[in-house]
Every structure is written in C-alpha cells, then in structure tokens.
Nanobody
Framework: QVQLVESGGGLVQAGGSLRLSCAFSGRTFSSYTMGWFRQAPGKEREFVGAISWSDSNTYYADSVKGRFTISRDNAKNTVYLQMNSLKAEDTAVYYC???????????????????WGQGTQVTVSS
C-alpha cells in the first residue's frame, strides 16, 4: 500500500517562498506520476501541478505557472513543490497524490489519482 506524507507547510508573508515535500513509500516511486492539489476553505479541491513518471515533464495550473515548480528525486522517493512569490489566494491545504503511470490527459483530475497524503496547511498573510 502506498503511503504519502507531506511536510513543509506553514505561515508565510505574501511574496515569500515555501517548499513542500511529499515522501512516498510502499511501491516503486518511479512508476508513479505525482500530483499536487490544494483546497481552500469553502472551495473545491483544485489541480496545482504534476510531474510525470516517465520523463519528469511537469504540468501546472495557470494560476501557479511561473511561480511554482515541481521536482522529484527518485532516489529519495520524494516529490517537491517549490512555491515562490506566494499570494494570499494561495492559502489552502496542499495535498500530494500518486497515480500509477497514467497518461497526461489524466493528470489534471483528482479522481484519477490512486493515493493521497493527509495534506499540509499553507497560509499566506497579506
């Protein structure tokens, strides 16, 4: 069974940076596409970005493109979300998720992911 554990959330001022980590265990990490999603209070969970299992290509929501960067370290079984130029509207609980292999068209919808972490709170003060 896959387990995902996020870390790195916290409180930061607008314009600041945070790096989230997601530790993966239980299966072969390199065979999983990893996604990041977020959910703000009163809103639906939304796609933030993903990194593919096959070539580590990355895909981002328009709202974070140019500010957020996803990377993975297959030797450490960890995926990262580097968040720069944070805005108040980035405040949310951030979740990492794992999808076994998969096609690009499936990266954007949360229902296509098989495993989820518990989430980590990111609060950006304005």
């Amino acid at each position: 069974q896959v387990q995902l554990v996020e870390s790195g959330g916290g409180l930061v001022q607008a314009g600041g940076s945070l790096r989230l980590s997601c530790a993966f265990s239980g299966r072969t990490f390199s065979s999983y596409t990893m996604g990041w999603f977020r959910q703000a209070p009163g809103k639906e969970r939304e796609f933030v970005g993903a990194i593919s299992w096959s070539d580590s290509n990355t895909y981002y929501a328009d709202s974070v493109k140019g500010r957020f960067t996803i990377s993975r370290d297959n030797a450490k079984n960890t995926v990262y979300l580097q968040m720069n130029s944070l805005k108040a509207e980035d405040t949310a609980v951030y979740y990492c998720a794992a999808q076994w292999r998969g096609l690009q068209l499936n990266y954007y919808r949360d229902s296509n992911y098989d495993y989820w972490g518990q989430g980590t709170q990111v609060t950006v003060s304005s």
